[in-house]
């Protein structure tokens, strides 16, 4: 078995044993966060990142250009759930970044709170990413907003959060389900809405829109960069 340090992406390896998965190195060693496999190399933990379980992930797989996370980065994550996607986020960051996590359903948040115990970079906000205000008294300017929450108006959303808290030159990321904002549509004209919707503020330019199928069809991952 080997591991190796992404060529580009900082945090983020490779194992290779006989296959090659994505991993990123825990900094909560002996927590698990879904039922990802760990693996012990050279006194470091390592945790496999899922495709099927992650569009981040899934992104990374399908050769997405920018990843804008690495140590020190601060995040607002809107549709953060139990925190699948954001403990390997978290892991990328390191202590010395942060991830402010919007989520609506009490459910999921319970799971996460215990999840931000042991990963103190991680803070969970029970609230509706639709009302940014409620928690501007807590986010701060951050360089990366990241929005997974599968809502027919995810756009609105993205751009309403970007305008308040993300920094001039900061990456607006959006995980985008087709059927959510329209069934009837193929997906390639609803990724096209979602960046007339978001580009046409006149703020905001999309960098690159990476197709997740097969880990997770009639997905795309977004990425704009705020001007
Ligand atoms: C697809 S799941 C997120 C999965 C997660 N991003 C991951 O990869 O680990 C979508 C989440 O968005 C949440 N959500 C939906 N509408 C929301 C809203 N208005 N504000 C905050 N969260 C919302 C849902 O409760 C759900 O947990």
Same mark, same amino acid.
């Given at each position: 078995?080997?591991?190796?340090?992404?060529?580009?992406?900082?945090?983020?390896?490779?194992?290779?044993?006989?296959?090659?998965?994505?991993?990123?190195?825990?900094?909560?060693?002996?927590?698990?966060?879904?039922?990802?496999?760990?693996?012990?190399?050279?006194?470091?933990?390592?945790?496999?990142?899922?495709?099927?379980?992650?569009?981040?992930?899934?992104?990374?797989?399908?050769?997405?250009?920018?990843?804008?996370?690495?140590?020190?980065?601060?995040?607002?994550?809107?549709?953060?759930?139990?925190?699948?996607?954001?403990?390997?986020?978290? @892991? /990328?960051?390191?202590? $010395?970044?942060?991830?402010?996590? !919007?989520?609506? #359903?009490?459910?999921? =948040? +319970?799971?996460?709170?215990?999840?931000?115990?042991?990963?103190?970079?991680?803070?969970?906000?029970?609230?509706?990413?639709?009302?940014?205000?409620?928690?501007?008294?807590?986010?701060?300017?951050?360089?990366?907003?990241?929005? @997974? /929450?599968?809502?027919? $108006?995810?756009?609105?959303?993205? !751009?309403?959060? #970007?305008?308040?808290? =993300? +920094?001039?030159?900061?990456?607006?990321?959006?995980?985008?389900?087709?059927?959510?904002?329209?069934?009837?549509?193929?997906?390639?004209?609803?990724?096209?809405?979602?960046?007339?919707?978001?580009?046409?503020?006149?703020?905001?330019?999309?960098?690159?829109?990476?197709?997740?199928?097969?880990?997770?069809?009639?997905?795309?991952?977004?990425?704009?960069?705020?001007?």
């Amino acid at each position: 078995m080997r591991i190796k340090e992404d060529q580009k992406f900082r945090n983020l390896f490779w194992i290779v044993d006989g296959k090659k998965q994505l991993a990123t190195k825990s900094i909560a060693p002996g927590h698990r966060v879904y039922d990802e496999i760990v693996r012990q190399i050279k006194r470091e933990e390592y945790r496999i990142w899922n495709p099927y379980r992650s569009k981040l992930a899934a992104a990374i797989y399908k050769g997405l250009k920018n990843f804008p996370f690495r140590r020190g980065t601060k995040v607002l994550y809107l549709g953060i759930a139990s925190g699948t996607t954001a403990s390997h986020v978290s @892991d /990328v960051i390191e202590d $010395d970044g942060i991830i402010f996590g !919007v989520e609506i #359903a009490h459910r999921v =948040l +319970r799971d996460l709170l215990g999840v931000a115990k042991v990963r103190r970079n991680i803070v969970p906000i029970m609230e509706s990413a639709r009302r940014p205000q409620s928690y501007s008294w807590i986010v701060s300017e951050v360089d990366v907003v990241y929005e @997974d /929450v599968a809502q027919p $108006d995810q756009a609105s959303i993205l !751009v309403k959060n #970007a305008d308040i808290f =993300l +920094r001039k030159g900061g990456v607006a990321m959006i995980a985008v389900k087709a059927s959510s904002i329209d069934v009837t549509l193929p997906p390639k004209k609803v990724y096209r809405l979602v960046e007339k919707e978001v580009t046409s503020t006149g703020r905001y330019k999309l960098l690159e829109t990476v197709d997740l199928s097969p880990y997770d069809p009639k997905h795309a991952m977004m990425v704009f960069r705020k001007l």
